[in-house]
C-alpha cells in the first residue's frame, strides 16, 4: 500500500525560506511509471498545483510560483522535496504532496494526508 | 494558461437526488479532465480519470462525460457520504488548473 508523509516546520517566518519533504512508502521513487508533485490549499480555498518532478530530476513548475520553488528527489531516502523562497502570509497553506501518473500533468492517484504550513512573524 | 470554470459554485440537494456538476475549459483539453472530490479535513480523491474513467474503487454512481472543454460529473442517486466539495482539473498541459470547487450540501 503506497504511502506519502509529508513533513515540515509548521510555522514559518515571513521572508524566510519553506521546507518540505515527502516520504514515501511501499513504493519504489524511482519508477519510471510515475511523477510526483506539490500541491497546495490555503484555508478555505482551491487547490493549487506548485509542480511536478520525475525521478530523473527533470521539474515543472508553476509559473508564478517559479521563482521562488524548487522540487528536488532524493532517491537514496525514497522522499522528495519543496522549497519556497521569500514567503509571505499569501503562502500558507495545507500543502500535498502526491504521486501522480506518467506524465508532469498527469492526475494525482496517491495523496499525503497533508501538513498545514503557516506564515507568521 | 488553460482555465477551468465550474459550475455552479455550490448546490444543495437531498439523498437520492441526481446532481450534475459540470466544468468548462478555456481551451480544447480534448479528454485530460478528471474530478476529485474533498471531505473536510482530507486530502482530494480522484473519482473520474480521463474524463470518463471510473478510479477503481469508486461506486458506480459516480460517472463523468464530456471532451473537448465542456465537461460533467454526475452522482446518479446521492448517498449521505457524497457531501463534499469536487473539482475539475485538467491534466492536458502544465501548468496543471483546478476548477474553483463545487461545494455539495444537505437540503
Same mark, same amino acid.
Given at each position: 500500500?503506497?504511502?506519502?508523509?509529508?513533513?515540515?516546520?509548521?510555522?514559518?517566518?515571513?521572508?524566510?525560506?519553506?521546507?518540505? /519533504?515527502?516520504? *514515501?512508502? %511501499?513504493?519504489? +521513487?524511482?519508477?519510471? =511509471?510515475?511523477?510526483?508533485?506539490? +500541491?497546495?490549499?490555503?484555508?478555505?480555498?482551491?487547490?493549487?498545483? +506548485?509542480?511536478?518532478?520525475?525521478? =530523473?530530476?527533470?521539474?515543472?513548475?508553476?509559473?508564478?510560483?517559479?521563482?521562488?520553488?524548487? +522540487?528536488? *528527489?532524493? /532517491?537514496?531516502?525514497?522522499? !522528495?522535496?519543496?522549497?519556497? =523562497? =521569500? *514567503? /509571505?502570509?499569501?503562502?500558507?497553506? *495545507?500543502?500535498?504532496?502526491?504521486?501522480?501518473?506518467?506524465?508532469?500533468?498527469?492526475?494525482? !492517484?496517491?495523496?499525503?494526508? %497533508? /501538513?498545514?504550513?503557516?506564515?507568521?512573524? | 494558461?488553460?482555465?477551468?470554470?465550474?459550475?455552479?459554485?455550490?448546490?444543495?440537494?437531498?439523498? #437520492?437526488?441526481?446532481?450534475?456538476?459540470?466544468?468548462?475549459?478555456?481551451?480544447?483539453?480534448?479528454?485530460?479532465?478528471?474530478?476529485?472530490?474533498? $471531505?473536510? &479535513? $482530507?486530502?482530494?480523491?480522484?473519482?473520474?480519470?480521463?474524463?470518463?474513467?471510473?478510479?477503481? #474503487?469508486?461506486?458506480?454512481?459516480?460517472?463523468?462525460? &464530456?471532451? #473537448?472543454?465542456?465537461?460533467?460529473?454526475?452522482?446518479?442517486?446521492?448517498?449521505?457520504?457524497?457531501?463534499?466539495?469536487?473539482?475539475?482539473?485538467?491534466?492536458?498541459?502544465?501548468?496543471?488548473?483546478? &476548477?474553483? &470547487?463545487?461545494?455539495?450540501?444537505? $437540503?
Amino acid at each position: 500500500q503506497l504511502q506519502l508523509q509529508e513533513s515540515g516546520p509548521g510555522l514559518v517566518k515571513p521572508s524566510e525560506t519553506l521546507s518540505l /519533504t515527502c516520504t *514515501v512508502s %511501499g513504493g519504489s +521513487i524511482s519508477s519510471s =511509471s510515475y511523477y510526483w508533485g506539490w +500541491i497546495r490549499q490555503p484555508p478555505g480555498k482551491g487547490l493549487e498545483w +506548485i509542480g511536478s518532478i520525475y525521478y =530523473s530530476g527533470s521539474t515543472y513548475y508553476n509559473p508564478p510560483l517559479k521563482s521562488r520553488v524548487t +522540487i528536488s *528527489v532524493d /532517491t537514496s531516502k525514497n522522499q !522528495f522535496s519543496l522549497k519556497l =523562497s =521569500s *514567503v /509571505t502570509a499569501a503562502d500558507t497553506a *495545507v500543502y500535498y504532496c502526491t504521486r501522480m501518473g506518467g506524465g508532469p500533468a498527469a492526475p494525482s !492517484f496517491y495523496w499525503g494526508q %497533508g /501538513t498545514l504550513l503557516t506564515v507568521s512573524s | 494558461d488553460i482555465q477551468m470554470t465550474q459550475s455552479p459554485s455550490s448546490l444543495s440537494a437531498s439523498v #437520492g437526488d441526481r446532481v450534475t456538476i459540470t466544468c468548462r475549459a478555456s481551451q480544447s483539453i480534448s479528454s485530460y479532465l478528471n474530478w476529485y472530490q474533498q $471531505k473536510p &479535513g $482530507k486530502a482530494p480523491n480522484v473519482l473520474i480519470y480521463a474524463a470518463s474513467s471510473l478510479q477503481s #474503487g469508486v461506486p458506480s454512481r459516480f460517472s463523468g462525460s &464530456g471532451s #473537448g472543454t465542456d465537461f460533467t460529473l454526475t452522482i446518479s442517486s446521492l448517498q449521505p457520504e457524497d457531501f463534499a466539495t469536487y473539482y475539475c482539473q485538467q491534466s492536458y498541459s502544465t501548468p496543471i488548473t483546478f &476548477g474553483q &470547487g463545487t461545494r455539495l450540501e444537505i $437540503k
